[in-house]
């Protein structure tokens, strides 16, 4: 992460990254970086460890931080089904 971007523990295992200045391309170079890097601890016998996450931009996609939270979190959600799906480990709840 650069030095002026910010992350928060949103409760349980769950973050929210502010990316200042980030566009959609950005914001998915993060995600791809951050998706090596759980690779390489899962390398190292840790293969619980994953990562999901759902993308939001202000203000082209949400006018409001609620907005903005609300739209990260149901594409979050979007993606642990479809991770889920590709796993083979499709959840009821």
Known sequence: MRREDTLF????NEFMAILPNTGAEGSQGVMVRVQEAVMEVRALDF???DVSAGIAA??????T???LVRLSDERLYQAKRQ???EQGKERTS
């Not at 523990?9 to 349980?12: A, I």
């Not at 202000?58 to 006018?63: C, G, Q």
């Open 9 to 12: 523990r949103v409760g349980g």
């Open 47 to 49: 293969a619980q460890v």
């Open 58 to 63: 202000y203000p082209v996609e949400a006018d």
């Open 65 to 67: 931080l609620d907005e």
């Open 83 to 85: 991770h889920y799906r």
